[in-house]
């Protein structure tokens, strides 16, 4: 060793950008941006080398408070914009963030696709089962009895959406459950998102204190998942079938390849595509 | 008659290799020297219905269909009656049909030409593997002229990877079609010419514009199957990845629009192609390119519309809804080509300004520029590349969204230290943070306005030719009509002036009212039944008095004679 010193390692709250959160006192998103300002610190993944994209609503504010790059797009297509992305910048670290009506509702159909697809990217859905911004309807995780939504004042009647089943069945090769209350337990298990190769689901319980209030009790609620991951697929569907949403930690890690575009066949100059043309 | 240039069509129910067939003999029309396109008609089966190879070769370049066909083969004809309207006919006309070669009917539709019987079917059979397909281009290549042994070689080229038997078996049917050809009336094709010395290209619309989007700089596109467009996405499926770039399937067009933006994003210039109802799916996005300054491009391949329209046939329908279908006020470009040739250049030149100003351009092509193959001269180089406005350093506090003279604001990409920031669709301040603010609002309306508004486009924003108090104004595909009625005018000696718009948006007022100066009369040319294009016209420029408006909707093509009918007929109403 020499004398050199080594380089300064990025704190955390060098990621949190000056812009004031439009968050709630109290809102679990608080959390959330704490956990991935750890995982970025806890990587050392330089700001300018990771880009943080998302949609609409709360949570999908979550960009412009870091001081990555970031996109804050339209609602519900945060995975197609960060896929292209990450499709034309693999050297950058991709993070999609948003909620569970820009991601299951409005959005669900990038996010079977996108867990299909597999690009080497995270994805954290801050899963309130209400929708926030446009204060207080129901979104496609509420109770179906949940009677206080404003659209739906007798309760939606309508299924839950399972976000972590439907990643399963869709191809997600990484699939976790998180609570915005455990914010170093939250940063370990995005730090291990981001690491995974391929796409990364991270659902994280995230309390709408203002809409939702008794979901104030689900720090009381969920537990530790009692077992290791699993990578058997049909395991980790009886388990996110039967665990009540409520089991946090890493629950299904598979090992099918990123998604990987083309291989390239380069030419020496463009001018060589004339050739097919020419009489 | 002169007939230094031919309209032949080829006719047949779904699977009788008419496409082929047609491709052929453009082929065949290329080694001779020729010039001419084919034009694609068909119906919406994905195998079977009808279809219909349209032809038109010359002695020189040409991009208009002719007034009338000179011949028709009809290899099912009873499949010939789904295209009377599109297949305009004389009396010295001819129509060679097969009586015995109908699928399910025999019967030609009611026609002023000449019918002559050509056993097609009988005479395949007689070879074994034989179809009457290749009866029908030894017969035509016979009645044009062309050299029977040019024919060998291009099914050699084209047959190869269906084995020896299929090259075989067909040489033989052009073989006997030539030799019956010999008994059908003979037309004058252009004069072969083998040694030119010109350098053509055979390209379709399609093709050139993926050509035209690469040569600018593209390298990720993203996008969703759909008819007329997808060729586009074929040919760069292949073509990009031999550049070091990707096209990537999405899974809606509402991905497409999304992935490209990431992509810009990331710094790679990127595109989308579709058609009306995907361009209407996008139209949210596109909005956000603008606001957020993230320069993407847009080819929409029109087709008749509303809704799903007719998928296969072309119109000038899209207009509206490229140049006002944003919400909020969300200055971007609209452009057209103005013929198969021009979609090399347009496109180049849409994925330059979408660059250089870092919004969205609309490129609006259409199923019959897209779908046509053509023989022409080879397009000229083009120095439009890509070329953003990247910072090399930063300031301290690095404003993305700064407000300058120009409206274009040096723009970071990620990876580059010190310039981050959040692009936003939301409105922001010039670091880009979200803003409910009045005045940031307005500033950066008129940024994102400015940026276009004061752009130099050049000389490009139009084709502007011909002299004379009589003018026509037109655009995109309908320019190749106008252009050949111009021409034939000219040599009966009236001049009459062509303004062909290939900048739509944003306007251009100053140089209009250059390009209208001592115009008494103006034809309006556009194929849309509600009159898009001169709604456009009224509300963005100042227009002489005298104006006619000739329009319709698709699918029939214009015709030249009917433009030129429509100049002699002007009547009293100006």
């Given amino acids: ?279 | 008659m002169n007939r230094q240039n031919l309209s032949i069509a080829l006719t047949g129910s779904g699977g009788s290799g008419v496409m082929t067939t047609g491709n052929m003999l453009l082929e065949a029309a290329a080694q001779a020297g020729w010039y001419g396109f084919m034009g694609r008609s068909a119906g919406p089966q994905i195998r079977g219905g009808e279809a219909a190879a349209l032809l038109r070769v010359s002695s020189e370049p040409i991009e208009s269909p002719d007034d009338s066909f000179d011949l028709v083969l009809a290899i099912d004809p009873g499949s010939m009656g789904r295209f009377v309207a599109e297949l305009p006919l004389r009396t010295d006309s001819f129509i060679v049909s097969d009586a015995a070669g109908g699928r399910r009917s025999s019967t030609l539709p009611e026609t002023p030409a000449q019918v002559v019987d050509l056993p097609m079917k009988k005479l395949a059979k007689t070879v074994k593997g034989g179809r009457p397909n290749m009866i029908a281009l030894g017969a035509v290549a016979k009645m044009i002229g062309l050299p029977e042994d040019s024919i060998y070689a291009i099914l050699e080229n084209i047959l190869k990877s269906k084995g020896p038997e299929a090259l075989e078996a067909s040489w033989a049917c052009v073989q006997l079609g030539y030799a019956a050809g010999a008994d059908l009336p003979k037309f004058d094709g252009p004069p072969i010419n083998t040694q030119s010395a010109i350098e053509r290209w055979q390209i379709t619309g399609n093709e050139a514009a993926g050509l035209g989007a690469v040569r600018g700089g593209v390298r990720f596109v993203a996008a969703y199957p759909i008819t007329p467009a997808t060729e586009v996405l074929e040919w760069l499926a292949g073509s990009l990845p031999k550049l070091g770039g990707v096209l990537v399937q999405a899974e809606d067009e509402l991905a497409s629009i999304n992935q490209i933006i990431g992509a810009s994003f990331g710094g790679t210039p990127s595109l989308t192609a579709t058609s009306g109802p995907g361009l209407a799916l996008m139209t949210e996005s596109i909005g956000l390119a603008v606001c957020s300054e993230t320069p993407v491009v847009i080819l929409d391949v029109m087709r008749c519309g509303p809704s799903t329209g007719i998928a296969t046939k072309s119109e000038q329908s899209d207009l509206s809804i490229a140049l006002h279908g944003l919400h909020g006020d969300a200055p971007h470009l609209v452009l057209s080509p103005t013929s198969v040739t021009d979609c090399v250049f347009t496109t180049q030149w849409a994925v330059h300004l979408a660059e250089s100003m870092q919004t969205a351009a609309i490129v609006l092509s259409d199923q019959s520029l897209g779908q046509t193959r053509a023989i022409i001269n080879r397009p000229a180089d083009l120095s439009f590349m890509a070329k953003r406005l990247v910072p090399e350093q930063f300031e301290e506090n690095y404003l993305r969204y700064a407000v300058g003279e120009s409206g274009v604001s040096p723009m970071a990409i990620p990876g580059q230290k010190g310039g981050q920031y959040t692009a936003d669709g939301l409105e922001h301040t010039e670091a880009g943070a979200p803003s409910s603010l009045p005045g940031d609002h307005l500033a950066q309306l008129d940024k994102r306005e400015r940026k276009i508004e004061g752009f130099d486009y050049g000389q490009h924003w139009a084709d502007l030719e011909g002299e004379g108090d009589t003018a026509i104004i037109t655009w995109g595909s309908t320019t190749g009509p106008v252009r050949e009625a111009l021409s034939r005018l000219k040599e009966q000696g009236e001049d009459i002036r062509l303004i062909a718009i290939r900048l739509l948006a944003p306007e251009r007022p100053e140089e209009m009212a250059v390009a209208f100066k001592g115009i008494k009369r103006l034809l309006v040319v556009e194929q849309s039944h509600s009159k898009q294009f001169y709604r456009y016209l009224r509300a963005a420029y100042d227009l002489p008095a005298g104006i006619k408006l000739f329009n319709r909707p698709g699918p029939l093509p214009f015709r030249p004679k009917e433009i030129i009918e429509q100049l002699a007929d002007w009547g009293t109403e100006s």
Avoid at chain 1, 50 to 56: D, E, F, P, R, T
Avoid at chain 1, 84 to 107: E, M, N
Avoid at chain 1, 131 to 140: E, H, L, N, V
Avoid at chain 1, 165 to 181: Q, T
Wanted: include cysteine.
């Fill in chain 1, 1 to 279: 060793m020499t004398g050199d010193t080594a380089p300064k390692l990025m704190q955390p709250k060098e990621y949190k950008s000056s812009v004031k959160p439009v968050w709630c006192p109290g809102c679990g998103d608080f959390g959330v941006l704490g956990s991935i300002t750890k995982a970025l610190s806890g990587l050392q993944i330089q700001p300018e080398s990771a880009a943080v994209i998302s949609g609409i609503g709360c949570s999908s504010r979550m960009p412009t408070y870091l001081k990555t790059y970031g996109f804050h797009g339209v609602h519900g297509r945060a995975l197609a914009l960060a896929t292209g992305l990450k499709v034309a910048r693999p050297d950058l670290t991709v993070i999609a963030t948003g909620g569970d009506g820009d991601g299951f509702s409005i959005g669900g159909n990038h996010f079977l696709h996108t867990c299909r697809r597999n690009p080497d990217m995270t994805y954290i859905v801050m899963d309130n089962q209400v929708y926030g911004m446009t204060k207080g309807q129901a979104s496609p995780t509420t109770d179906p009895s949940w009677e206080k939504g404003k659209l739906t004042p007798c309760g939606t009647g309508v299924n839950p959406f399972q976000p972590l089943v439907i990643a399963l069945a869709s191809g997600a090769n990484f699939i976790a459950r998180c609570s915005s209350s455990d914010s170093n337990g939250t940063a370990r298990v995005i730090m291990e998102a981001i690491r995974h190769p391929g796409f990364s689901m991270v659902q994280i319980l995230s309390p709408c204190v203002t809409f939702r209030p008794e979901q104030r009790e689900w720090k009381n609620l969920l537990v530790p998942a009692p077992v290791e991951a699993t990578s058997d697929p049909a395991q980790a569907a009886r388990r996110l079938l039967t665990d009540e949403g409520m089991f946090t930690g890493v629950l299904y890690v598979g090992d099918r390849p990123a998604y990987q575009p083309c291989p390239e066949n380069r030419i020496d100059s463009i001018t060589e595509l004339d050739e097919e043309f020419r009489i």
